[in-house]
């Protein structure tokens, strides 16, 4: 704590009119936990800057008032659309990286057409697009390769950001010289129209390729991301993981590799590339650049869970704990309401409590449901962040039918551990119970998405004897069962 006070009087020394206050740290938390934006974690002179423009533009006196917006049911999702267009960084250009584009050219669409000759079907992902540069540049390089048998492809090809001001420029498909710059004239006239005031208008047949829409890449974290999210031959997320924390960009790039199809191809930024990322991924060495593949197997030593996230930020002023409520579970709400985030630091506590999970299983089997709950809580009260007794203590309020602290519960064993995969599995039976069949069909699809990667005859963590061969099968027949509901009579 003394060292966090530290950097608040050096930054308030640097700032002229920075007055952090708890308010203000709760603010930056939240911020970076929503977005990822740990860059912001040493750059209160910046974000303060960009906080208080806002609430000034806003009429509020400060921080607290600004806090309470964001939080409010009604107007916040609004108002948190507006910071995040102010806080990220949108800078792109069209084939930025010519290695990177020459690589795609030469290597990789040839590659993904090759082996797509049967199915005709191709789907790219752009993650962090800003304007649209870059998916566009991959749509004008699409065509080119494809040249005439182009109507014959069945290609997706989308972009998203968090950011929905330049979702907005994107779709506009307006370009001015700054975002051109690497293009000849040629080039220019070939794929671009003249505009109003001097911007580029790009031609409708590369417009028309792409699909954008707004998605926070932690989304894929917490298991809010869309199903459609998947399946991908090619994901670009370039120059958007550096503002991130190492061991965010860990998981991200995680999820992001399960969201391929086995062979499918991921390019990151130049400077992002990390010797980790090769315990489940494949390095491809190409002329000037790197590439990452999803192996066709899973790679012998890879980890099939989530690394987890120790981001190392200040508690905020007024949390609570354990827990307070998970992320949304709606499906409509893809970016969870900021007063139902955790708080984005758990108290530290390494080892999970086996002895303790032991006795609210002995307990719960016995049929003592309210003794199983009761060291469920103490347990938690001296390892709150044991993700194995928060998915007890759903079990339990599961049996005593309080579903909607049992979804809670669940979520906040996913939170602690994302690769847990009977907390996604028995989350995914809870909301199909509870009628809600998209969200429990994307728990239960994120279940086997990562059982993928383990042996078929490994035993799953408190799975009782479950192994993940089984569990496939069982979300397998859930999910067919969901698509053809029985005939009524
Ligand atoms: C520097 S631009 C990169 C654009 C493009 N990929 C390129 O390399 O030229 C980074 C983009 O990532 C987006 N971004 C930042 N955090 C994000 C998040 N959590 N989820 C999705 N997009 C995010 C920003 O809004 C910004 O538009």
Request: glycine share 8%; net charge positive; aromatic share 8%.
């Amino acid at each position: 704590m003394a060292g966090y006070r530290l950097t608040v009087v050096l930054n308030a020394a640097e700032t002229p009119g920075f007055l952090p206050d708890l308010d203000y740290e709760r603010l930056k938390a939240l911020v970076i936990l929503r977005t990822g934006h740990h860059y912001y974690q040493d750059k209160d002179d910046l974000l303060w800057e960009r906080l208080r423009r806002r609430w000034r533009s806003l009429g509020l006196p400060g921080a607290a008032g600004y806090l309470a917006l964001l939080g409010d049911p009604l107007r916040g999702e609004a108002e948190w659309s507006v910071l995040e267009a102010e806080i990220t960084i949108g800078e792109t250009f069209f084939f930025r990286y010519a290695e990177q584009f020459v690589a795609l050219r030469d290597h990789i669409l040839p590659n993904l057409i090759a082996r797509a000759q049967a199915t005709r079907r191709l789907r790219f992902w752009s993650a962090g697009c800003a304007n649209g540069a870059e998916p566009y540049s991959l749509a004008i390089l699409l065509r080119e390769k494809l040249g005439d048998t182009l109507p014959d492809w069945r290609i997706h090809l989308i972009g998203t950001d968090i950011n929905e001001a330049v979702l907005e420029t994107a779709r506009r498909a307006e370009f001015g010289h700054w975002a051109l710059r690497t293009l000849t004239a040629e080039e220019l006239a070939r794929d671009f129209t003249p505009g109003r005031e001097g911007r580029w208008a790009l031609r409708p047949q590369h417009r028309g390729q792409v699909r954008f829409t707004r998605h926070n890449l932690l989304s894929l974290l917490d298991g809010t991301s869309p199903l459609q999210f998947n399946e991908f031959d090619l994901i670009l997320c370039r120059n958007v993981l550096i503002y991130f924390h190492p061991d965010m960009v860990q998981r991200v790039v995680r999820a992001l590799c399960d969201r391929l199809t086995p062979g499918g191809w991921l390019l990151l930024g130049h400077a992002e590339p990390n010797p980790t990322f090769q315990t489940f991924m494949e390095v491809v060495q190409l002329p000037g650049t790197v590439a990452y593949r999803r192996p066709m197997e899973p790679l012998p030593l890879a980890a099939a869970t989530a690394v987890p996230w120790q981001p190392g930020l200040p508690p905020p002023a007024s949390s609570t704990w354990p827990l307070p409520p998970p992320p949304s579970p709606s499906a409509a709400a893809p970016r969870p309401a900021v007063a139902r985030r955790p708080p984005p630091t758990p108290p530290r506590v390494a080892a999970p409590s086996p002895g303790v999970r032991e006795a609210v299983r002995v307990l719960a089997n016995r049929g003592d449901l309210g003794g199983a709950r009761q060291a469920c809580q103490q347990g938690l009260q001296n390892n709150p962040v044991d993700a194995g007794l928060h998915f007890y203590a759903a079990m339990v309020a599961r049996a005593l039918g309080e579903a909607a602290a049992a979804e809670q519960a669940f979520r906040r064993a996913l939170y602690l551990d994302g690769g847990f995969v009977m907390a996604h599995y028995q989350l995914g039976l809870l909301l199909l119970d509870q009628g809600q069949r998209e969200a429990g069909r994307r728990a239960l699809a994120n279940a086997s998405r990562i059982a993928q990667h383990l042996p078929d005859r490994s035993a799953l963590e408190e799975g009782d004897g479950m192994t993940a061969k089984e569990l496939r099968d069982s979300v397998r027949l859930q999910l067919e069962t969901i698509a053809t509901p029985p005939v009524r009579s």
